[in-house]
């Protein structure tokens, strides 16, 4: 199974909005409303941002938003914050034999 | 408040074993599928095992079948991999991840803050 594709690196100044991208196929991400993204800081744990494409969980702000057309899904930040510096990470749902899918990740620089 | 408590990790020799463990709370964890995702040294995420609620159903990544066991014990409330005939390339810290749902295969919501392992000689 094959890692999703994201780009390596997306950066923003403050106040802007970004988008990252995560490229699968019609078994994973194109197959299923089942796409995760997850933010990770240097030495810490995942943590999940939204699930189910474009559901937030409790507590995380609505800067963030995700969305999926096709075989590629996306995770828009809006008004990019210093905080919001991390690497990124979506994963999907995947008929294969093997657990759900991981992207490739993308580390989010704010300028 | 969800709480994921990993253990077991260390430095092991190729060929060696480890059995890493998951204690949970916060959750009814006989309800919710649980995976264990792993993360090499400055690389990215990849879940290496996953296990349904009911421990009857468990996926296993390409790189890892054969080799290691995931399981549960519902009555400590604890999500267990065993590890064997560890190589170089199973270095990275290990997450233990709860799942969204009881399916073993969505993407998970909480995740412990690791356990690593590193094999060398």
């Known amino acids: 199974q094959s890692a999703l594709t994201q780009p390596a690196s997306v950066s923003g100044s403050p106040g802007q909005s970004i988008t990252i991208s995560c490229t699968g196929t019609s078994s994973d991400v194109g197959g299923y409303n089942y796409v995760s993204w997850y933010q990770q800081h240097p030495g810490k744990a995942p943590k999940l941002m939204i699930y189910d494409v474009s559901n937030r969980p409790s507590g995380i702000s609505n800067r963030f938003s995700g969305s999926k057309s096709g075989n590629t899904a996306s995770l828009t930040i809006s008004g990019l914050q210093a905080e919001d510096e991390a690497d990124y990470y979506c994963?999907?749902?995947?008929?294969?034999?093997?657990?759900?899918?991981f992207g490739t990740g993308t580390k989010v620089t704010v300028l | 408040e969800v709480q994921l408590l990993e253990s077991g990790g260390g430095l092991v020799q190729p060929g060696g074993s480890l059995r890493l463990s998951c204690v949970t709370s916060?959750?009814?964890?006989?309800?919710?599928?649980m995976s264990w995702v792993r993360q090499a040294p400055g690389k990215g995420l990849e879940c290496v095992s996953s296990?349904?609620?009911?421990?009857?159903?468990?996926f296993y990544a390409d790189s890892v079948k054969g080799r290691f066991t995931i399981s549960r014990d519902s009555s400590e409330n604890t999500l267990y991999l065993q590890v064997n005939s560890l190589r170089a390339e199973d270095t990275a810290v290990y997450y233990c991840?709860?799942?969204?749902?009881?399916?073993?295969?969505?993407?998970?919501?909480?995740w412990g803050q690791g356990t690593l392992v590193t094999v060398s000689s």
């Open positions: 296990l349904s609620a009911d421990g009857g159903t468990a």
């Open positions: 994963s999907s749902y995947t008929s294969s034999t093997t657990p759900y899918v």
């Open positions: 991840a709860k799942g969204l749902t009881s399916s073993p295969r969505r993407p998970p919501d909480y």
């Open positions: 916060g959750f009814t964890f006989s309800n919710y599928g």
